[in-house]
């Protein structure tokens, strides 16, 4: 796996102006879907893109690998809060809101890990010259997924605002 990613970064740079698609949706922002599953998995597919972009860049560009995690991080929680958020109303109860909790969290990490193992086999089945269609998709989707950090941030604020509330605790 480390020979695939050390290979893949040093073309990297070169293929993200190729032909390519994304693997998620740029033509509305993610806090704009209307629809709470397929926001989570916008996110979901943010988290696996940007942490697999960093760790391809690990070597060759660790001051912006550890970027693109911190940014992976940020978007795998803005996967569980957007699915919390969807159910905050003035009279939820404190059992409600830990039941949503806790499944909006589980899912925050399952869906990223699902995706990244769609990501990996997009990889495999890539037989282009130095992966250079998977390279280009998922250049294209990191771009999307940086075009909404504003949203990814509001979530996080979301989310700084429930913990200092103690309506929550930190996620492991």
């Not at 404190?94 to 990996?120: A, H, M, N, V, Y």
């Amino acid at each position: 796996m480390k020979k695939i990613l050390l290979t893949l970064s040093i073309g990297f740079s070169l293929i993200l102006n190729a032909n390519s698609e994304s693997y998620v949706d740029d033509s509305i922002k993610f806090i704009n879907i209307n629809v709470t599953d397929e926001e989570s998995h916008a996110w979901g597919v943010c988290a696996a893109s940007l942490k697999l972009i960093s760790e391809i860049i690990e070597k060759a560009a660790p001051a912006k690998s550890k970027q693109f995690s911190d940014y992976s991080n940020g978007a795998e929680l803005a996967v569980t809060m957007s699915m919390v958020v969807s159910e905050l109303t003035e009279d939820i109860s404190p059992e409600k809101f830990e039941r949503i909790w806790e499944f909006s969290k589980f899912l925050g990490d399952q869906i990223p890990q699902t995706i990244r193992t769609t990501l990996l086999a997009d990889l495999e089945s890539d037989k282009t010259e130095g992966s250079s269609v998977f390279l280009g998709n998922l250049g294209d989707t990191v771009a999307v997924c940086l075009d909404n950090l504003d949203g990814q941030q509001m979530y996080i604020n979301v989310w700084r605002e429930l913990y200092k509330s103690g309506l929550l605790k930190s996620p492991e």
